[in-house]
Nanobody, 121 residues
Framework: QVQLVESGGGLVQPGGSLRLSCAASGSILSINDMDWYRQAPGKQRELVAGTTNGGSTNYADSVKGRFTISRDNAKKTVNLQMNSLKPEDTAVYYC???????????????WGQGTLVTVSS
C-alpha cells in the first residue's frame, strides 16, 4: 500500500510563511509528478504547484513569486514553501503523486489526506 502523508499546516497571519511537507511510503519503484493542490470552502480543487521527476516546476498564477515547490527523489518527499501568505490562500492543501507501485506493477494516482492552512489575523 502506498501512502502520502502531509504535515506543516496551521494558522498564520497575513504576510507570514508556512512550509508544507509530504512524504511517500510503500512499495514504490518510481514517482512521476508530485504536486500540491488546494481546495477552499465552496470551491473546486485547484493545482497550486507541480514538479516532475526531472525537476521541472509549474505554478498557479495566484502563487507565482510567493510559493516554491521542491522535491527530493531519493527521500520521496515534496515540500511547498509558502511566503507572503494571503487570506485567500486559506484552504485544505493536498499532496498528489503519480506513483509506480511494485505490488501492482502500474502507475497509480495517490492523494494525501490534506492539511489545513488558515491565513487570518
Amino acid at each position: 500500500q502506498v501512502q502520502l502523508v502531509e504535515s506543516g499546516g496551521g494558522l498564520v497571519q497575513p504576510g507570514g510563511s508556512l512550509r508544507l511537507s509530504c512524504a511517500a511510503s510503500g512499495s514504490i519503484l518510481s514517482i512521476n509528478d508530485m504536486d500540491w493542490y488546494r481546495q477552499a470552502p465552496g470551491k473546486q480543487r485547484e493545482l497550486v504547484a507541480g514538479t516532475t521527476n526531472g525537476g521541472s516546476t509549474n505554478y498557479a498564477d495566484s502563487v507565482k513569486g510567493r510559493f516554491t515547490i521542491s522535491r527530493d527523489n531519493a527521500k520521496k518527499t515534496v515540500n511547498l514553501q509558502m511566503n507572503s501568505l494571503k487570506p485567500e490562500d486559506t484552504a485544505v492543501y493536498y499532496c498528489y503523486a503519480d506513483v509506480f507501485v511494485t505490488s501492482q506493477w502500474q502507475y497509480l494516482k495517490v492523494w494525501g489526506q490534506g492539511t489545513l492552512v488558515t491565513v487570518s489575523s
